[in-house]
């Protein structure tokens, strides 16, 4: 996240440095990567538009970042089956011995239907749309509007030599202890403007900054910001030449109750994730992974046979009522960008786009309130 809005801020004139322990530790490093505002069955409300307002940009955010840099992004409007196992309640009426079914309600509020289409698909319309699907299987919803990124092999790439080459100042391996602010006294009320940020290389400052560390940023700011373990796999279709498939079996991504399965053009498939109150606590598990493997083959039963390609896990920014933090903080030149929860990848544009407008030009857009800091106090 943090690199985003690097990018947009300098692309808008901003002079701007990016403070950086460890890139590798970003959750954008560990994510599937999908844009799936509907196929996460988001509630009606700020946080489904602000989604939904992402998707929509994501697709001429990921050209301006190939225009930058030359390099692909993997941005593919794929779109998003989400096959279940149960048919949803709807109504059922008989007449002469013939049922009825009425197609059920879209999972999203009517008045976003137009800019927000989705289709129902029975047990023949499914396995017709996706091929190979499990028997368990008894229809889905197709989101022909959401969609993917590759992130981990070409986002993350494309967005970091888009920043090096706009000119952002990027500091790798500085860890950040804390934020100093003026009027600090003991017994008293910290003061309300940001002074300096204190790292292991000692002070720096600017006039404006802004927090997006992820899991990590309610170390550095009383935010109830906190980290939630996912892991996840890939594994390799035997796609090509003399193999058993001539392209990517999965035609979109496969969006089920508690596994997602996201195919890449070249053969690859990104299965996730776990989601677990484990702080940061490090590694794969057996238990982990064999819940993904179960998930995974019982939805695509193929997938039994294809040959694991890498294991890895992350963290994710979580709060109490799994919205991001976003806008202007306490402090009055310290902007927020953070708890994105399983929407990270998502939200990168939006977020960008609203953070530059607060810390260049102090717009607020009508979303914003809902995300603020003090919504959590009581």
């Known amino acids: 996240m943090a690199l985003a809005i690097a990018l947009e801020l300098r692309l808008r004139g901003a002079e701007v440095t990016v403070l950086s322990r460890n890139r590798s530790d970003a959750a954008a490093y560990a994510a ?42 993997g941005y593919w409007a794929s779109g998003i089956l989400n096959p279940m196992y149960e048919q949803p309640a709807f109504a059922v009426a008989t007449a002469e011995q013939a049922t009825v079914v009425r197609k059920p309600e879209p999972p999203f509020k009517k008045s976003l239907e137009e800019q927000a289409p989705a289709e129902w698909l029975g047990p023949e319309a499914i396995r017709h749309r996706q091929p190979g699907l499990g028997s368990d299987v008894v229809g889905g919803w197709w989101f022909p509007r959401d969609a993917q990124v590759d992130n981990r092999r070409q986002l993350v790439t494309a967005l970091q030599a888009a920043v090096k080459q706009t000119g ?48 990590w940023s309610g170390a550095l700011l009383d935010l109830p910001v906190f980290p939630r373990k996912g892991q996840l796999l890939s594994v390799q279709a035997p796609v090509g030449q003399g193999q058993l498939y001539a392209k990517q079996p999965l035609n979109q991504v496969l969006f089920g109750d508690r596994i997602y399965i996201v195919p890449r053009r070249d053969g690859l498939i990104v299965i996730g994730a776990t989601s677990e109150d484990v702080e940061f606590t490090p590694g794969n598990t057996p238990a982990g992974l064999k819940q993904l493997l179960t998930e995974a083959i019982r939805l695509y039963p193929p997938l039994k046979d294809f040959p694991i390609v890498e294991t890895w896990w992350g963290y994710r920014p979580g709060t109490p009522d799994e919205l991001p933090i976003l806008g202007p903080s306490e402090l009055e030149n310290l902007a927020i960008a953070t708890g994105h929860y399983r929407n990270g990848i998502l939200l990168a544009p939006i977020t960008a786009q609203l953070i530059a407008d607060w810390v260049l030009q102090r717009k607020t857009d009508p979303l914003l309130p809902a995300f603020r800091w003090d919504r959590f106090i009581v």
């Open 32 to 73: 599937a990567g999908m844009l799936a505002p509907q196929a996460e069955k988001l509630d009606a409300g700020p946080m489904q538009e602000l989604c939904l307002r992402s998707r929509e940009l994501y697709g001429s955010w990921a050209a301006k970042l190939e225009a930058l840099t030359g390099l692909d992004t």
């Open 168 to 215: 952002v100042d990027w500091r790798e391996g500085v860890t950040v202890t804390g934020i100093k602010r003026e009027g600090k006294r003991e017994g008293k009320r910290e003061g309300k403007r940001v002074t300096a940020i204190a790292t292991n290389q000692g002070n720096i400052t600017a006039d404006q900054y802004v927090l997006a560390a992820g899991a």
